[in-house]
């Protein structure tokens, strides 16, 4: 089992550059750890575990066939059997027999659940987990290392004097001959947070759509309903994630005629699948206000010089903000982004050197 989570370590390392925000992290570094170790647990527990055990009536069937057929078939629960009182209406949550339609001998079909997600929660969790990955992974590939080749040897902890002075040279070079040249690249990044905000929407709608209506409002029904009465209590740990359920199996011979059996069937793989969704429900409706949030926060730093001077003046001595502020107010914001990640990248002790020295020549840029 270890084994099968080590090559996850790789998404906790550190990176020697930093080349976008805390909130992007968040998605392509926890959400894709999460949804990983999940979809390994649930395929090791169906691996070494078992994922259906049925019991058929009266004994008549080999229990192997029975499981089998259920297993690739789908199980079902009963809809209005949720709302019956236990033991003396119904013997288990969702679990009656199927109600007949008024007037008819016939069985009401659309009063069953089928269950047929378990298969693939595994293979939706590792979907689920590229799919945060693909911003990260489209501005990775086009930020190309350009900030890890500017900041390269001013992100040392201990660095020559000489070798200093001529790193910042080098950078005080690089923003002149690039003046107003960043705002292509600015505006790529600001579309792959964007892309961050639409994927966690588009994965609320699907872990929906996956779980039959049942996605969007299963955490806070699993927080609030120990309050119901618990004669009557609709679990939704175990309306979404049954661990007991029917199914109905069809067998006969060759002649045509055939027999029907209700068999009830555990789902011992649903009590991981319970737990594991409400973490899941938890960390989508997070990730989902927190990147909405973010992009309030971008929004304000293309409409507002003034915010950009308040976000990057921490990162700069208070001897040169002056300097910095005017720097920003002049620049366009995609030139502000690059200063902002090169403040990030370089310490503030480095940072500051660069701002005394870019602003001793910004001045005269406009007289060139």
């Not at 201990?158 to 910042?168: A, F, Q, S, T, V």
């Not at 806070?220 to 009465?229: A, G, K, L, N, R």
């Amino acid at each position: 089992m270890y084994s099968l989570f080590s090559g996850l370590k790789s998404l906790t390392k550190p990176q020697s550059t930093t080349i976008d925000s805390a909130v992007c992290k968040v998605h392509y570094r926890f959400a894709v750890l999460v949804l990983l170790a999940f979809s390994i647990l649930v395929t090791a527990t169906q691996h070494f575990g078992e994922l259906i055990k049925c019991m058929p009536t009266g004994g008549t069937m080999p229990t192997d066939m029975v499981q089998a057929w259920c297993l690739i078939h789908s199980t079902f629960t009963v809809k209005s059997a949720w709302n019956l009182t236990i033991p003396s209406e119904a013997i288990y949550p969702g679990i009656s027999k199927v109600p007949i339609i008024p007037n008819t001998n016939r069985e009401n079909t659309d009063d069953l659940i089928y269950h047929t997600y378990y298969l693939w929660v595994p293979f939706v969790l590792l979907l689920m987990s590229v799919t945060f990955y693909i911003p990260r992974f489209i501005w990775k590939t086009h930020e190309g290392g350009r900030i890890k080749n500017l900041v390269t040897g001013l992100n040392s902890a201990i660095i020559h004097p000489e070798l200093k002075e001529n790193g910042i040279n080098v950078v005080v070079s690089y923003f002149q001959q690039n003046v107003n040249n960043h705002n292509e690249f600015f505006f790529t990044y600001v579309f792959c947070e964007s892309l961050n905000f639409i994927n966690v929407v588009f994965q609320i709608y699907i872990m929906n759509e996956f779980l039959g209506g049942a996605f969007m409002s299963y955490g806070w029904e699993v927080i609030t309903y120990t309050d119901w009465s618990p004669l009557i209590r609709n679990d939704p740990f175990r309306r979404v994630f049954p661990t007991l359920t029917k199914c109905r199996f069809r067998f006969g011979a060759s002649s045509g005629d055939y027999h029907i059996h209700d068999t009830l069937c555990l789902l011992p793989i649903n009590i991981l699948n319970q737990k594991i969704f409400v973490v899941i429900w938890l960390l989508y409706w997070f990730l989902f206000f927190l990147t909405l949030i973010s992009l309030v926060f971008r929004l304000m730093t293309i409409v507002t010089p003034f915010f950009r001077t308040w976000i990057t003046s921490s990162h700069c001595f208070p001897k040169y903000r002056n300097d910095l502020d005017r720097i920003i107010r002049s620049s366009s914001v995609g030139d502000w982004f690059m200063l902002h990640l090169l403040s990030v990248n370089i310490g503030r002790s480095n940072f500051s050197e660069f701002i005394d020295k870019y602003s001793a020549t910004y001045t005269l840029m406009p007289c060139e």
